[in-house]
Structures are given as structure tokens and as C-alpha cells.
């Protein structure tokens, strides 16, 4: 399975795009104003203590309070508030952790009011970013994630990823980091670091500790509302978990994005660095490797099955519905039992990669295809578990109830991706009243003899819908060389399926648009 990272840059921030196959199953938008991402670590200020949700709500500089649970506290809060206030104090002066006497953890069972008081300083990380009317999720179980292994200060144990389950393996990694962390530091192992080296482990540690070091001299001075320690950008994080032997490209149109990512390529895994291209095409990145189409069949309420089935997705503010139909499929098997398995097994593989481009979370509930089957169920159950096993988000998978019903819950960290499909047609505004469809072709032609006759324009592009865009350059001769035997000029026609078939623009040879003249004036 070859995996592909396309990175489109635009003025607001980055879109992402995870495609296996050539068939997108991760997309992301990480918009340069959003200061509130998973990892990031923030000094806050308690504003308000609630006994009766025996939690706290902290000011960390988002419009609403953060909410922080007593289970979110950690067990050694009171170790680390009291080095958080000791940093604030001046009376640290290192970022080592070596000789710092830990508080005694707190009680599972005790209460928010034990343990914080109103108005204190408080080191904080965001676990969810802010969702709908909510603001953001906070914990005190401070963690720092690497490539192969994640950082837990005030800690002093080494836990090793349950996927790992060679038992000879568990202890050597075990052996090894217990040797090679500092004191008062807890080590999580990651699935991606099985078989890896002392050195490699080493050096990703040593990152972290770094990171960390960097965090302290923040802290030093740092004002509530400050960011402590920043998470790295999506691309980067993308990187970092699933970076393997099966990536084959990362594609970028961005010269920064660029430098960025190949420096931290460099960092974690130097061989890659050769799969990292700089994206220069004429085209659009997202349009060169049929992105952009995909965004507008996945997105929409209803999705298409390849056998011929559908998927109906609803959301609330409760839960997600997914119901499964099955089309014009019914007339090709030969049993009602046959078509109903075959079309939830397409559907269970689509619904999988659907739970991830969207990343939706929280309850989902999926309407099957009613099957008699016991043996059938198990097989819809298995096919679901198998193709969200290379989920990011943590996930619990049901089996199906005996109204044919599948329940499943998804990590939900960050605010749902949501594309909206229907497209406003760009003639009428929405008013249902355009001008005839058939003249399109003809106002592009008064525009550009107007252009090049009267305003004496050069080096004119064109960007207009496919179906123009074959109208007016096959055929012999075609309709643009008619152009240059009677302007005496080349016109450059650009085809983009993001737009309405009635849509233009007309640009210079700087890349701006020119104004085009109304119908009414040609």
C-alpha cells in the first residue's frame, strides 16, 4: 500500500491531504489562526472550581474557559504545580528534574477544591480543541510525543504500547530506555519503535529533553495565557506517527512548508528525505493529483458505493447516523441474503475511510442492511475492526445488534472536517435566474476580443470548467488556434473542476484577474 502527503498552502493555513492508493483517506485543514491545537501546553489561570462536576474551568485565552476534570489532574498535580510556581519564583534554575523531590500523588477518589485554588498558576495541555460551543479540554498529565517514544515528566516509569506483544522485545526496549532516561522522567514506548536501536531511541529522547528544556526557559518568564511548549504543525505530527517504509512522496507547493518539513525529516528519518518534492506544476497541487474531485464525491450526504450501493450520512448533536442501502444493486445477485452481505461489506470498507477523512467522532450509529446470518454479522463485524485498524483516534468497534444495528465510538479531539458540497451557482447567486448556459462560450469570446483588441492585453489565461475547456482546444482547427491566427497572440487555457460550468476568470500574465465585462454591456 504506498502512501502519499499532498500539502496545499493557501492564505488562511494548510490543507492536508493522507492518500493510499491514490484514494484519500485523511484530510485536514490547519488554519493559521487556530492557537489551540492537541499537544499544546499553556500556563493557565484558575478561574472557577466546580464541586458538583468536581472540575475546573481555566483561563487559558480562548473566548470561553477551558474545562479541566479531577481524573484529568494526574496523579502528580501537586508535583507539578509546585515546580510550576517554584520556575514562576525564579528558585529553579535548570530544566532537570534530577533532585527535585516529588509531591505524594493525590487521591483518585478526592476533590477538584484538595488539590487547586482560584486564581493560581496552573500548567495546562489541550487534549480537545475547542468543539462547537464548547472550549477546549485541558489535562494536567503533562506529555511530550516523539517519533518513537513520549516524554512524561514528574514520572519515573517506563510503559511500553500494548501492540507491541513480543515479549523479548518488551524488555529489551525496557531495559534499554530505563537505562538511558533521566530521573523524575516517565517514558511512554510507540508502536513504531519495535526493532529500533539504542541510538535512534537516544536521539529522539534527547529531542524531547531539548523540547522541554526549551519549554522551562519560556516558563521562566512566561505571563498566564502564554503557550508554554508548541505542538508541532499537522503535516509534521502526520509525519511523525506514520512515517514508514510504505511512504513513496510527500508533495508540497510551499517553499517554507518545504524547508520545514524536509528539516524535520532530517531529523527523524534522514533516508526519506529524497521522497520530499517540491510541487511547481501549473496546475493546482490538489487539482494535479485529482484531490479537489475527491473532496466533492466524499463529502456529500450521500456516498456512492463501487458495486452500486449507497451510504446515507447524518449528523446530530448527539450522535452521527450512517444508514446503508443498496441501490440499484438488488437486481444483480441472485438472494436478498447475497446482495445484503455483499453491499455492507463495500459499505463497512467506505464507512472506515469516512470515519477518517471527515475525522468524526464521538457515537456512531450504522443502519446494515438487515442479514439473517449469524456467520454473515461476524464477517460485516471483522471487516469493520480489520479496516479501521490504521485509525490514528482511538476507537471502539460493536458487533451488530439484532436489528442490524453497529455502534461505534471515536476519539473526538479536535472540531469535525466538513465540506460543504453543494454549490452555489455563480451566475444567479442562489436566485434561481441565470443567464443562458448555452452563451458562455460566446461572452468568453467577446471578453477576450475585448481584452486583446481594446485594452491590448498579453500573456492572457483563461481557468474555466473542463467541459469549456475541451470546447474550446480539441477539434482541428480548434477554437483557440482560430484565436491565435487572428489576434496574433497565444491564449493560455487553464482547466479547473472546482468551478461552475458558467464560471470564469480571465488573468494577466502576473496572475491577477481581469475584469470582465457584464452580458448586458457585450
Request: glycine letters at 6%; aromatic letters at 8%.
Amino acid at each position: 500500500m504506498s502512501n502519499e502527503l499532498v500539502i496545499n498552502s493557501t492564505q488562511k493555513g494548510e490543507r492536508i491531504a493522507l492518500l493510499q492508493d491514490k484514494r484519500l483517506v485523511e484530510y485536514h485543514v490547519e488554519q493559521s489562526e487556530n492557537n489551540f491545537t492537541v499537544g499544546d501546553i499553556y500556563l493557565g489561570t484558575v478561574r472557577k472550581l466546580v464541586p458538583g462536576l468536581n472540575a475546573a474551568f481555566i483561563d487559558i485565552g480562548y473566548e470561553k474557559d477551558a474545562f479541566l476534570h479531577y481524573l484529568d489532574l494526574g496523579p502528580n498535580i501537586n508535583s507539578l504545580n509546585k515546580y510550576t510556581k517554584d520556575v514562576l519564583a525564579k528558585r529553579i534554575t535548570t530544566h532537570k528534574l534530577n533532585g527535585f523531590p516529588l509531591e505524594p500523588e493525590i487521591d483518585k477518589l478526592g476533590k477538584i477544591s484538595q488539590v487547586l485554588s482560584k486564581n493560581s498558576p496552573i500548567l495546562v495541555q489541550v487534549v480537545k480543541e475547542p468543539i462547537s460551543t464548547k472550549g477546549p479540554r485541558l489535562s494536567c498529565e503533562i506529555s511530550i510525543a516523539g517519533r518513537y517514544i513520549v516524554l512524561v515528566p514528574f514520572s519515573s516509569s517506563v510503559n511500553i504500547s500494548k501492540k507491541i506483544t513480543d515479549k523479548e522485545e518488551r524488555q529489551r526496549l525496557a531495559r534499554l530506555l530505563n537505562s538511558i532516561k533521566p530521573q523524575n522522567f516517565g517514558i511512554i514506548v510507540r508502536t513504531v519503535a519495535e526493532g529500533k536501536d539504542v541510538a535512534e531511541l537516544d536521539r529522539d529522547l534527547t529531542n524531547l529533553l531539548e523540547k522541554w528544556e526549551q519549554g522551562f526557559k519560556t516558563l521562566r518568564s512566561a505571563k498566564p495565557r502564554e503557550k508554554i511548549i508548541g505542538e508541532m504543525g499537522r503535516a509534521s505530527s502526520i509525519l511523525r506517527d506514520m512515517l514508514n517504509e510504505s511512504f513513496d512522496s510527500i508533495s508540497v507547493d510551499d517553499k517554507e512548508m518545504y524547508d520545514e518539513i524536509r528539516s524535520y525529516i532530517r531529523t527523524i528519518a534522514p533516508d526519506k528525505e529524497r521522497i520530499l518534492k517540491l510541487y511547481n506544476g501549473k496546475t493546482k497541487i490538489f487539482e494535479n493529483f485529482g484531490i479537489e474531485k475527491q473532496l466533492k464525491s466524499v463529502f456529500g450526504r450521500s456516498v456512492s458505493l463501487p458495486g452500486g450501493g449507497y451510504v446515507i450520512i447524518e449528523h446530530t448533536e448527539a450522535l452521527h447516523v450512517i444508514d446503508v442501502n443498496s441501490g440499484n444493486k438488488s437486481n444483480v445477485e441472485s438472494d436478498q441474503e447475497t446482495t445484503a452481505f455483499n453491499v455492507n461489506m463495500e459499505a463497512a470498507k467506505e464507512i472506515a475511510r469516512q470515519l477518517r477523512v471527515r475525522d468524526m467522532g464521538g457515537i456512531i450509529v450504522v443502519d446494515f442492511i438487515d442479514m439473517k446470518k449469524a456467520e454473515n454479522k461476524r464477517l460485516i463485524y471483522e471487516k469493520m475492526k480489520d479496516e479501521m485498524k490504521n485509525d490514528r483516534s482511538k476507537f471502539t468497534v460493536l458487533p451488530l445488534t439484532k436489528f442490524g444495528l453497529m455502534q461505534i465510538t471515536r476519539q473526538r479531539v479536535r472540531p469535525e472536517v466538513n465540506i460543504t458540497t453543494g454549490e452555489v451557482c455563480p451566475t444567479c447567486g442562489g436566485t434561481g435566474k441565470i443567464t443562458a448556459s448555452i452563451l458562455v462560450a460566446d461572452l468568453i469570446e467577446s471578453n477576450l476580443d475585448y481584452m486583446l483588441s481594446k485594452q491590448n492585453e498579453r500573456d492572457i489565461s483563461i481557468v474555466l470548467h473542463p467541459y469549456l475547456y475541451a470546447y474550446f482546444v480539441q477539434g482541428f482547427p480548434s477554437r483557440r488556434m482560430k484565436w491565435f491566427m487572428k489576434y496574433k497572440r497565444w491564449v493560455k487555457v487553464v482547466k479547473d473542476t472546482s468551478l461552475g460550468i458558467t464560471e470564469f476568470h480571465f488573468k494577466n500574465q502576473m496572475g491577477e484577474d481581469i475584469e470582465i465585462l457584464p452580458a448586458e454591456v457585450i
